[in-house]
């Protein structure tokens, strides 16, 4: 099989029934053919280390905490499950999860499916349009969180709206849709246009090349916007605060308002658990895509980064395709 | 994607179902039940039930919540909670509440803004027959009638004072109450880097004050300027540490060895040296002439719907077993005489969360008229740029 390796790294190869193949390499093999080789030595890992001990020591240290009988955090007053305990017997916390969750994933999933059709279309307009687009697009991102908070709050106020889940709701999906739609656009201009064009070429109506061919494509980034749009739900407290009213309350109010006092040691029975779903998600996520990945029925390896590898499936870090 | 998506929804989905299922369920009978909407302070009503050790005798907490329902079934109570006097005057403009907690100051305020009802006293005998008179007698405004008036809109709830605290082991007990003596250790340069001082306007600067012996109120320009340098040396030359909540722990762990802190503050610490197997006198309190005192009340706002159910509400808070219960939990003073009666004597004995009625005549309230506010919001942000 003639293989013509170029600067630019791209392979093409003929395969037995005379089709080309373009296989997309992510490094060249010969070492120190570029400047920034993947050459892995002690001090890069020790930098990601570093890294992974800051972010994830906070974590570790709430976790123990989760299990001290002692209330304070400054001394060990041994193993106990009593928080656990408490914490599904305490109303309020419990309430305050559940419509944190119910909001967090309704707005995430109509945000990113908002965020879906207005990245498709935004890509669709003419140049200019599109630019004044993203520019209005980009103003929630920018204006702080107590401006939107207020002046939805104010909103609702003059339309007679009382606040509530609704109003709460309707709050997250506006401040996530902006962020849906930054990270859907990025996919759509590394797509590969005459991919859309081919499949109306061969019969698809315009609907359909959209739905079997663009969808797929930016598949990525719809992940990214669904994620990110979740986390930004279940974090956000100041928009939270002024449209959940009196009917409702999240997570983040139920955290805050105990600033004054001291944060309730269930709150920490209950982050661990939080946070162990999420892991435990992320990594069953992550070791579908890495096995999905190795063949297709065909045998042809799909076109893809570092298909060779399987790398193991750091938490948090999605194997792209 | 879909079927990872679908995968992630099913297991919120399940989550949240069990979630459903176990706790959280409110009592529903068939009968017309009314919304009761109490606005409260974070971990400021007892809501759990458990046995608690305090100070050495045994109480029984309960969710009193759970308890009002159970005695006013009529009511459906839907408890929210904030963190700010200033964020929860935001949130009355627009959402309607029956019950809230403000402090002092936020009650002269809403009153000169008539955003509170007046209280039908008939409604509250419990409140009539166990609040502590004395209360009233502290000059909550500095204009008197406001002061008596005061108490026709709100109850008091739970009071608190701001202290001394410090590690017996490490610093000898002040002399006599005076704040000269009191204050000392956090402006003495031996204790650098073992000083915590209150992250907060008032506190921090009304220390700095009572230590010079003038009123925690004052608009007079050389005491304040006197009060900034003492407190700018004092960042110099013992490097205070600025918290809240944080302090806690660190006096609990030994780290600091004196600070500005509020009575309910000493009693959480004591509790947890108690449960950390360590010696709760270990850490003391001490509240000097002149500090100040605060209090948290119960008012009725002007938009409330639910009227009788808010005067049913703030007299069920006065029952004597749940002002006890709640004092326990929150462990600041309580102005129920019949569960001071029922506190342990080691406690309501100690002048500096009980005071008596002289050092009582010696302590201010934050008086915050917007010329007051404005002047120390400058001074603090000074304090915080230097």
């Not at chain 2, 004196?258 to 009575?263: E, K, L, P, Y």
Request: proline share 5%.
């Amino acid at each position: 099989m003639p293989e013509k390796a170029s600067y630019t790294g791209i392979k093409e190869n003929e395969t037995g029934n005379g089709v080309k193949e373009r296989e997309m390499k992510s490094l060249p093999d010969k070492k120190n053919a570029l400047p920034l080789s993947r050459r892995s030595g002690a001090g890069s890992n020790l930098y990601l280390g570093i890294i992974f001990v800051f972010l994830y020591a906070p974590i570790v240290v709430l976790i123990i905490n989760s299990f001290n009988a002692a209330k304070s955090r400054a001394v060990w007053g041994g193993f106990t499950l009593e928080w656990y305990r408490k914490l599904f017997e305490n109303a309020d916390i419990i309430d305050a999860l559940r419509t944190t969750i119910i909001v967090a994933i309704l707005s995430a999933v109509i945000a990113t499916l908002a965020g879906v059709l207005s990245s498709v279309g935004i890509y669709a307009l003419p140049r200019r349009w599109r630019k004044i687009m993203m520019q209005i697009t980009n103003i929630p991102n920018i204006t702080p969180d107590l401006v939107t908070g207020i002046s939805l709050m104010l909103l609702f106020y003059f339309m007679r709206v009382q606040t509530g889940f609704v109003t709460l709701l309707l709050a997250h999906i506006a401040f996530n849709i902006p962020f849906a739609i930054l990270s859907i656009m990025p996919k759509l201009r590394q797509m590969d246009m005459s991919l859309y064009e081919a499949a109306q070429d061969l019969g698809c109506t315009p609907a359909q090349a959209v739905r079997k061919v663009m969808i797929p494509e930016i598949r990525p980034g719809i992940i990214t916007a669904f994620i990110l749009t979740l986390t930004l739900s279940i974090d956000d407290f100041v928009i939270s605060y002024f449209t959940a009213g009196n009917q409702v309350t999240t997570l983040a109010l139920t955290i805050y308002s105990m600033a004054r006092k001291s944060v309730n040691p269930q709150i920490n029975a209950l982050s661990t658990l939080m946070f162990v779903t999420v892991f435990f998600l992320l990594v069953i996520i992550n070791i579908r895509t890495s096995s999905k990945k190795k063949t297709t029925p065909n045998g042809i390896l799909p076109a893809g980064k570092g298909n060779g590898r399987r790398a193991f499936p750091w938490p948090g870090i999605k194997q792209m395709k | 994607m879909k079927r990872i998506k679908l995968l992630a929804v099913l297991l919120a989905a399940i989550m949240v179902a069990s979630l459903a299922a176990c706790g959280g369920s409110e009592g529903q009978n068939g009968n017309e039940q009314t919304k009761l909407y109490i606005y409260n302070w974070g971990e400021y009503m007892s809501r759990e039930s458990d046995t608690w050790d305090f100070y050495g005798t045994d109480y029984e907490l309960s969710d009193v919540i759970a308890d009002f329902e159970d005695a006013y079934p009529q009511y459906d109570v839907e408890y929210r909670m904030f963190d700010d006097n200033e964020m929860m005057y935001a949130q009355l403009a627009t959402v309607s509440y029956d019950v809230i907690f403000p402090s002092d100051y936020m009650i002269a305020r809403l009153i000169r803004e008539d955003k509170l009802q007046p209280l039908d006293m008939e409604k509250l005998p419990n409140v009539t027959e166990y609040m502590d008179p004395m209360l009233k007698d502290v000059a909550w405004t500095p204009d008197a009638d406001e002061t008596a008036a005061l108490f026709d809109y709100a109850v008091p709830y739970l009071y608190c004072t701001v202290g001394l605290i410090y590690n017996q082991d490490e610093i000898a007990s002040p002399a006599t109450n005076d704040p000269r003596d009191v204050w000392a250790p956090l402006f003495d340069s031996a204790n650098q880097n073992r000083i915590g001082m209150y992250n907060s306007m008032r506190e921090s600067i009304g220390v700095g004050l009572n230590y010079l012996g003038y009123s925690m109120n004052t608009l007079n320009e050389a005491e304040l300027e006197e009060a900034m340098e003492l407190l700018i040396e004092q960042r110099q030359q013992v490097a205070p540490i600025l918290g809240i909540d944080e302090l806690k722990d660190k006096f609990v762990s030994g780290e600091l060895t004196a600070g500005v802190a509020w009575s309910g503050d000493h009693v959480v610490i004591q509790q947890r040296l108690q449960d950390a197997g360590q010696d709760p006198e270990m850490i003391r309190y001490t509240l000097p002439k002149g500090s100040n005192i605060s209090v948290d009340m119960m008012a009725i706002p002007s938009s409330a719907e639910n009227v009788q159910g808010a005067h049913d509400f703030i007299n069920f808070m006065y029952e004597t077993e749940v002002a006890v219960k709640n004092a326990v939990y929150v462990g600041y003073s309580s102005p129920h005489l019949e569960a001071v009666a029922e506190l342990p004597q080691v406690v309501t004995g100690n002048e500096s969360y009980y005071p008596g009625p002289d050092l009582i005549a010696t302590l201010e309230p934050y008086y915050s008229t917007p010329e007051i506010d404005q002047t120390y919001d400058n001074l603090w942000v000074q304090y915080l740029a230097n």
